[in-house]
């Protein structure tokens, strides 16, 4: 009787110590998760193990333009987004067309995070989609990653030319198609096909920044990449827009590159591979066991970097050149079925809010919404000059246009910029190119480089550039070196070069303006040069 009431009251014991480890357990998971949740985490990682479909959540299916194509946009939500300071995307490739309810439909990668505290680091990983957009405090990316949007904007677009067979235009005019009809690039008639498609700053218009295609799945043009950071963008991978190639087995056309955007507010810096380049054109191929290719390159895309002093990644390794090479060593693409290479604009922000570029303040000269002075310049490069031997001029049907207006009525070019180069055997093709005299206190100026070539928009008869400094090294006239195609050249400028220079126009018009006085003012003697 003994024994048993010792034994119940050992085990009535050791019951309530379990029950009192079993407490302390419940009640330290407790104060854990209270502490989890009072300190919210700020790290979070996408990896190998992470499903894309976690992750993002997509909208309902929405119109791109009247272009007859259709996206979802997808928005990364991952926990404690607002308050994350880092995230790493680390040894994963993260394909958004896994998100796409439909085939066909395209999906847009958006990461969205606190841009006061947010770094977003890219470390051996890899982001496909039709466009990604990246917004943070800090973007990194080290040489093992990319973000490639090649080949997965339009089909067809507004840079598709549904009269003539070419390759897909946006920053440059695509190359033209050579057919049955046509399979001579002699025989070409004179390109007439200068539709506007968004503008030099980039914008995303109606056709939400894509490249045009050249009317095949493979040969669709570029999509869209948009960095922006509150402080710094450092880039040591790759970032790609470049459009989808000419057919070789069917007669479609290459398409055009996309847009990059990269925005810092502080520096912009690496040594990052940038590229938009349109699509090779494919050759010619007609005999009794095989009909096709022949298919225009595309026009390369465009590209924009924005920061504070104008720091960008290697030029050299920053590309929007149309597609196609013709040369010896590639004598069977034709001269006509080169791309026009795109734009790159570079946009400067001053330090010092209320002072011009020098530190004197001066009226009228841009501004940004913060108040500091802009400062932006347009560089057309192309890359088909050959690095040793005399400089040559480079024969394209496309060209880069410069036009005055976008298509819904807005300035083409920004009221800031200050420089336009045109270098690499670029051809641009204009009517009217009007820069102030100064922006800040720097003075303007346009530059054709030696190799590069200028040609009429559109049929014109003048082509009329404005500037405080004109230099002229290459070769100005039409692209047929037909009489009947001749146009007249006014110079409007305080300071105007010609230096080994070729002009076939039918008059050169020079207006020099007197330094320190306004276009509005009378001029300097006028001097008239025919040809």
Not at 30 to 47: E, F, G, H, K
Not at 225 to 251: F, H, K, M, P, W
């Amino acid at each position: 009787m003994r024994k048993l009431r010792i034994s119940s009251r050992l085990e009535a014991s050791v019951t309530w110590l379990t029950l009192a480890v079993i407490l302390l357990c419940i009640c330290h998971d407790n104060l854990l998760c209270l502490a989890d949740r009072s300190v919210p985490a700020t790290t979070y990682r996408i990896d190998g193990k992470t499903n894309i479909k976690d992750i993002f959540k997509c909208s309902g299916i929405h119109f791109i333009g009247s272009f007859n194509e259709y996206y979802v946009a997808c928005e990364l939500v991952v926990p404690a987004q607002e308050t994350l300071q880092l995230l790493e995307v680390v040894d994963v490739t993260l394909d958004g067309s896994k998100l796409s309810p439909l085939p066909g439909v395209h999906a847009e990668l958006s990461f969205q995070l606190n841009t006061s505290i947010a770094t977003v680091s890219m470390r051996n990983s890899q982001l496909l989609a039709s466009a990604v957009e990246i917004r943070a405090a800090n973007v990194t990316m080290d040489e093992h990653s990319a973000v490639n949007v090649t080949a997965r904007g339009l089909k067809f677009g507004p840079g598709y030319n549904s009269w003539n067979s070419m390759g897909g235009s946006y920053g440059g005019i695509g190359g033209a198609s050579l057919t049955d009809g046509r399979s001579n690039c002699d025989d070409m008639p004179p390109n007439d096909f200068f539709r506007v498609v968004g503008d030099v700053s980039v914008g995303m218009a109606n056709f939400r920044g894509y490249g045009s295609g050249g009317g095949n799945d493979e040969s669709r043009g570029g999509g869209r990449i948009r960095l922006v950071a509150a402080q710094n963008v450092e880039i040591d991978g790759s970032l790609l827009a470049n459009g989808g190639d000419a057919c070789t087995n069917c007669y479609d056309s290459a398409g055009a590159g996309g847009s990059i955007l990269i925005v810092a507010t502080e520096r912009i810096h690496g040594n990052a591979t940038v590229q938009a380049n349109g699509g090779q054109p494919s050759v010619r191929i007609a005999d009794e066991l095989r009909d096709g290719g022949g298919g225009g390159g595309g026009g390369g895309g465009r590209i924009l970097f924005d920061s504070k002093n104008a720091e960008e990644l290697g030029l050299s390794r920053v590309e929007a050149y149309g597609g196609g090479f013709s040369s010896d060593k590639n004598a069977a693409i034709g001269w006509c079925q080169l791309g026009g290479d795109g734009t790159i604009l570079k946009l400067q922000h001053t330090t010092k809010e209320g002072e011009g570029l020098g530190g004197s303040d001066v009226q009228g000269q841009s501004r940004g919404e913060d108040g500091k002075t802009l400062l932006s310049t347009l560089l057309i490069k192309g890359g088909r000059l050959v690095h040793s031997g005399p400089v040559k001029r480079i024969q394209i049907y496309g060209c880069t246009p410069i036009f005055e207006q976008t298509s819904r009525g807005a300035q083409f070019l920004p009221e800031s910029l200050a420089h336009i180069f045109v270098n690499g055997g670029a051809t641009v093709c204009a009517s009217v190119v009007q820069l102030k005299d100064s922006v800040g206190d720097v003075e303007s100026s346009i530059v054709i480089d030696s190799g590069s070539e200028l040609n009429v928009l559109d049929r014109d008869r003048v082509v009329q550039l404005s500037a405080s400094q004109i230099t002229i090294q290459g070769y100005v006239g039409p692209s047929s070196l037909q009489e009947r195609d001749l146009f007249s050249l006014n110079l409007i400028a305080a300071d105007v070069s010609f230096s080994n220079a070729l002009a076939m126009t039918f008059q050169v018009v020079v207006q020099l303006i007197c330094p320190g006085v306004q276009h509005q003012h009378p001029p300097c003697p006028r001097i008239s040069t025919k040809q």
